[in-house]
């Protein structure tokens, strides 16, 4: 258990509509990173929060935003989905102190 | 741009041999170098780490080297047990700890009993 808590597990849900993924980071980690993983490809940074404020932002679309709220957990929202972001999507936190990141175990996205 | 690239998509190796997974890099910033497994429907597990003043580090079955000059890493795990079997992610980091990673496209290993 690394800790690092993601719900749900698995939704799916239709192509055009709005999903939330919600990310609980590992107590005291300040720092919160979104990753993306489609079929058999590699994670592909999204976005990074730290401590409240967007610290860095990779190959995130625009119908995709984030957010770090106060107490520290993470959401992701992701809009007018199409099929092809059919993924898994996975948290990460980390320490300022640590170097790497503690996964999640991923929130699997099915768009219809 | 593929920044880490493993160009293994996939290894096979017998149980209680020697299993080198392989991650090259191109960006000459990236100053911390990791390795983690994934098991089917969970997230990555870290593995093992590497700072750049370093070329080895060493943990019990598995060690990684750093070959700077060639900006290639590679991950030896001996002996390989079939409990090893998983995709291997290579990652990478520059700059300061906290920073985010990227990785490569994975390696499966698969170790036969």
């Known amino acids: 258990d690394s800790g690092v808590t993601q719900t749900p597990k698995h939704l799916i849900t239709a192509t055009g509509q709005r999903v939330t993924l919600r990310c609980s980071p590992r107590s005291g980690d300040l720092s919160v990173y979104w990753y993306q993983q489609s079929l058999d490809q590699g994670l592909q940074f999204l976005i990074q929060?730290?401590?409240?404020?967007?610290?860095a932002k990779g190959n995130i679309l625009e119908r995709f935003s984030a957010q770090q709220f106060p107490d520290l957990h993470s959401e992701l929202n992701l809009s007018s989905l199409e099929l092809g972001d059919s993924a898994l999507y996975f948290c990460a936190s980390s320490s300022q102190q640590g170097f790497g990141a503690f996964f999640g175990q991923g929130t699997r996205l099915t768009v219809v | 741009d593929q920044q880490v690239k493993q160009n293994s998509p996939s290894l096979s190796v017998q149980e209680g041999r020697i299993s080198i997974l392989n991650c090259d890099y191109t960006?000459?910033?990236?100053?911390?170098f990791l390795w983690y497994k994934k098991y089917p429907a969970e997230g990555p597990t870290f593995l093992i780490s590497?700072?750049?003043?370093?070329d080895k580090n060493e943990d019990g079955r598995f060690t990684v080297f750093l070959n700077k000059s060639a900006k290639h890493l590679s991950l030896h795990i001996v002996p390989s047990q079939p409990g090893d079997s998983a995709v291997y992610f290579c990652?990478?980091?520059?700059?300061?700890?906290?920073?985010?990673?990227?990785f490569g496209e994975g390696t499966q290993l698969t170790v036969n009993p």
């Open positions: 929060y730290y401590n409240g404020e967007e610290r």
């Open positions: 960006n000459s910033m990236f100053d911390y």
């Open positions: 990652a990478a980091s520059e700059g300061a700890s906290g920073s985010r990673l990227t």
């Open positions: 590497i700072s750049s003043i370093k």
